[in-house]
């Protein structure tokens, strides 16, 4: 979309920090998660800092495991399946509330749990040490590669996934098309 010449940022970043992104509008499009868990409380903030967000899919947990992973042959996977394996999830610094989490389940306890600031430690750990992390199943190979696979998580929840917007901004031409290429992406 931009020519020979363009450039974009793409941040991927802690629930509190896209919250703020948007709200100050440092980004013009965040893309986060709302489960029972923490629905009434970032809907709160959400509505406090005139920010709308629009659900763009619902899915049903699943966790990302190493296709090498013992579990990787089972079409759905406990809790208690779980249990020997380190749980994977991302740090949330200074905001460490479990509303931020960016995994569903997370306050259950887990004796091996590991948290890390980034996808690529993520998925290195998910692959060298067996790891799991909770999440909407949405994986594309193109750009995460085959080592790593979704399994489906016997629990009852679910994940809505969706945009986050500044109700006061005017969205730019490429946040509209980014906002039309998420919509092609889900269909």
Known sequence: YGGDKYQFTLRETRTFEIIDDVKNMTSEV???FMSNFNQQVLSQLIKEN???FEPLFTASPHVFISKDNPLAEKELVTLEDLAPYPRLAYE??????FYFTEEILRTLNSPKDILVSDRATLFNCLIGLNGYTISSGVLNADLNGTDI???KLDV???ITVGTLLNKK????????LYLE?????II
């Open 30 to 32: 965040g893309v986060l």
């Open 50 to 52: 005139q920010l709308e």
């Open 92 to 97: 949330q610094g200074h905001n460490n509330s």
């Open 149 to 151: 696979i979704p399994v």
């Open 156 to 158: 009852e929840d679910q």
């Open 169 to 176: 901004a005017q969205l730019s031409r490429m946040a509209k």
């Open 181 to 185: 290429e998420l919509e092609k992406c």
